[in-house]
């Protein structure tokens, strides 16, 4: 159930705005690795070209050994990677219930079964209580959740998570974080994670990748990245990103 | 087993109120006189064309201000296979059907594809009614601009088959034909396929990182909302017997067809209905005041529906059936209902 990422070269520019350049880095089957870098990075435009909201301007995206580059949304969820969006984008007049039922039914064409699957990842991810709420309706750190239960419901081999912990207190960030190695210890799935909550990275991640400015500044283990320092100039040493000191 | 899927979510108060209802229209003809048979007519055809329309808008959330184009295809079609051919409307409808379905699915295809969305994509729609109404004009064969007119054949009684008779067969096959509507809405809404409408109404971006294929979700939307629509342009084709394309194909027409589903409720299965019996009778009723009045005021239907609009868009701008529904104990409030169904299956 794990997917290897490969990233080689990519690029992106917004009319004249270098938002990525040049970014090459691996995810290896199974593993859980961090993306991390000052607001304006480049980090979300590098999600969503592997995501393929947009192709990159160069560059490739590779899921093992298969390029993917260039492919639309929902075939990139049918190779197996599942995303949740920074902004988050619950379908507001639906339930919560629903709304993962969405992602349940990619895999599975039976209304009836993709509810029960739609359940058990609303429990996973402790938001049963909310079921039948309309989404629209949660709390931030809730839709937060329920980004993550979405995506999760498609059954990825590759997660891409966008600042999923943000708003979380440092209690729920830690039952996130035992969430997401308990998945990962269980289906072997990949994880890239956007994070700003330090707790969080150190906590889950076995690699680190630094982004600046749509550059690759550094790439470690977390206690080579936060000893790092060019990594400690331009990000963690002024912008102490949020909760690093919890 | 089935009629327990129809009914999932609506009250014993509900299904009794619906039953009753429904028993007192299917006897309503025995007492009826000839006006109020062909208002209600009026009602079952635009809650119809209302649950059609509703199908593109209120479930996939796609904006068509040019259904009038499926209604004159589809009436115009018929009646072509019907005079030149001797073919039955059921007959015609196997093929304008399909063909309307496909012509619906080009424009949602063009618009798609090339970026077209929201307001730009209903602009579309209107200028492809517009373009097919001035083309009507011009087809000499069926008319043109001075109309087609069905041979009206008189003392034979009821013919099913070939739709034409006296007002109550009109009434029975448009009643039954709402009430198909209706279910196939029903149950379409609770299919993969209407999950994936209703995600894609509420957000595209989501709903293709779900794995949804946006166009061909949309496609199918649009298709079976057109050919819907279709069959309610035979109908009007066997029912007036004439066809006029500045009628058939008029913006009014597209117009008149989503303000049912507007009042009554966009992306519900009943607002529709509800719209269509809130607003035909407010319009007839307007008209026959005035005339009784002896005051000639044109465009008075027009007023009283741009009035009720704009009460609903200030006052209940989801409809009033979500409101009603709830108020009225007609339905179990969203939220309980999927409670009771968990409590079944465990
Ligand atoms: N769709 C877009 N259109 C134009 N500019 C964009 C778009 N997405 C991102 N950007 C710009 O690209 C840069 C990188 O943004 P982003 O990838 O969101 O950074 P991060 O997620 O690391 O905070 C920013 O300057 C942002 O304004
Ligand atoms: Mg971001």
Request: one cysteine or more.
């Amino acid at each position: 159930m794990s997917l290897s990422l490969t990233v080689t070269g990519l690029t992106k520019h917004f009319r004249g705005l270098r938002a990525l350049e040049d970014v090459s880095f691996t995810v290896p089957a199974g593993k859980i690795v961090a993306l991390i870098g000052p607001n304006g990075a480049g980090k979300t435009t590098c999600f969503n070209l592997i995501a393929g909201v947009f192709p990159p301007d160069t560059g490739r995206v590779h899921l093992a050994k298969r390029d993917v580059t260039g492919l639309r949304p929902d075939q990139l969820c049918t190779a197996g990677v599942g995303r949740t969006f920074q902004i988050v984008k619950p379908f507001a007049g639906l339930s919560v219930l629903e709304n993962v039922l969405v992602g349940a039914l990619h895999r599975e064409r039976r209304v009836a079964a993709a509810r029960e699957k739609a359940a058990e990842m609303l429990a996973l991810l402790g938001l049963d209580p909310q079921a039948h709420r309309l989404a629209g309706s949660l709390t931030l750190p809730d839709r937060k959740r329920l980004e993550v239960a979405k995506a999760l419901a498609t059954q990825p081999k590759i997660l891409l998570l966008d600042e999923v912990m943000a708003g979380l207190r440092p209690t729920e960030t830690d039952a996130m974080v035992a969430t997401l190695i308990g998945l990962n210890r269980s289906t072997g799935i990949t994880i890239l994670l956007i994070e700003h909550v330090m707790r969080a990275v150190m906590a889950l991640a076995e690699q680190v990748i630094v982004l600046d400015q749509g550059r690759k500044l550094a790439e470690g283990t977390p206690e080579q990245v936060t000893q790092d320092p060019r990594v400690i100039e331009t990000y963690l040493g002024h912008d102490l990103p949020e909760g690093a000191g919890a | 087993m089935l009629t327990q899927d129809l009914f999932e979510g609506v009250t014993p108060r509900g299904k009794m109120l619906f039953t009753a209802g429904l028993g007192a229209l299917l006897l309503l003809p025995e007492v009826a006189d000839s006006y109020l048979i062909s208002i209600l007519t009026l009602i079952f055809w635009f809650a119809y064309v209302g649950q059609a329309w509703n199908v593109m808008m209120g479930f996939a959330g796609q904006l068509s201000l040019g259904h009038a184009l499926y209604v004159g295809l589809g009436g115009y079609g018929a009646a072509a296979l019907y005079m030149h051919l001797g073919l039955g409307p059921w007959v015609g409808m196997l093929v304008v059907v399909p063909v309307c379905a496909l012509v619906g699915m080009a424009i949602g295809w063009l618009g798609f594809r090339f970026g077209v969305r929201g307001v730009h994509f209903a602009l579309l729609t209107i200028a492809c009614a517009e373009f097919t109404r001035v083309a009507f004009d011009h087809i000499t064969a069926l008319g043109g601009s001075g109309g087609l007119f069905l041979p009206v054949v008189g003392g034979r009684g009821d013919d099913l088959l070939m739709l034409r008779g006296s007002p109550q067969l009109y009434y029975y096959v448009m009643l039954v034909l709402a009430l198909l509507a209706l279910a196939l809405c029903r149950i379409v809404t609770r299919t993969r396929l209407g999950y994936f409408w209703l995600a894609l109404r509420e957000n595209p971006d989501a709903a293709a990182a779900l794995g949804i294929p946006l166009l061909r979700v949309k496609l199918l939307a649009v298709g079976l909302s057109a050919g819907m629509t279709a069959v309610g342009g035979v109908f009007y084709a066997f029912y007036y017997n004439n066809l006029f394309p500045d009628q058939v194909f008029a913006m009014g027409r597209s117009i008149e067809i989503l303000l049912g589903p507007i009042v009554g409720g966009i992306g519900t299965v009943f607002g529709p209905v509800l719209g269509a019996m809130i607003l035909t009778p407010l319009g007839e009723g307007a008209s026959l005041l005035l005339e009784a009045l002896g005051i000639t005021l044109p465009g008075t239907k027009q007023v009283i529906y741009g009035l009720m609009l704009v009460l609903i868009i200030c006052f209940r701008p989801a409809g009033i059936w979500p409101w009603l529904a709830v108020k009225a104990g007609l339905v179990v409030p969203p939220g309980e209902t999927d409670l009771r169904e968990k409590g079944e299956a465990e």
